[in-house]
């Protein structure tokens, strides 16, 4: 069983940067995607990127393309999100996930955006 665990959410201003981490306990080996999805409160989880073992990212959500950067250290088996250029409406619950055949998720980590 994967566990991926979430740090370095919290309290941002407008403008301001944060930077998030999920560690993986899979394997370092093993070829896999990772995401990051964010859920804002009574919307649904979307995706925001993902990064494969070969380092191709995909943003698959246009309001963060230019401002988000999801990137990767193969070594810590951690991936990051990178955010800069916070807006309010940032403001949600961030998920890490992993997919090696399997779909796992960390426990999420609260971003709070304050104007």
């Known amino acids: 069983q994967v566990q991926l665990v979430e740090s370095g959410g919290g309290l941002g201003e407008a403008g301001g940067s944060l930077r998030l981490s999920c560690t993986s306990s899979?394997?370092?080996?093993?070829?896999?995607?990772m995401a990051w999805y964010s859920q804002a409160p009574g919307k649904e989880r979307d995706i925001l990127a993902r990064?494969?073992?070969?380092?191709?990212?995909?943003y698959a959500d246009c309001s963060v393309k230019g401002r988000f950067t999801i990137s990767r250290d193969g070594a810590r088996n951690t991936v990051y999100l990178q955010m800069t250029s916070l807006k309010v409406e940032d403001t949600a619950v961030y998920y890490c996930q992993e997919t090696n055949g399997n779909r796992y998720w960390g426990q999420g980590t609260q971003v709070t955006v304050s104007s």
């Open positions: 990064i494969t073992t070969s380092g191709t990212t995909v």
């Open positions: 899979g394997s370092l080996a093993e070829i896999k995607t």
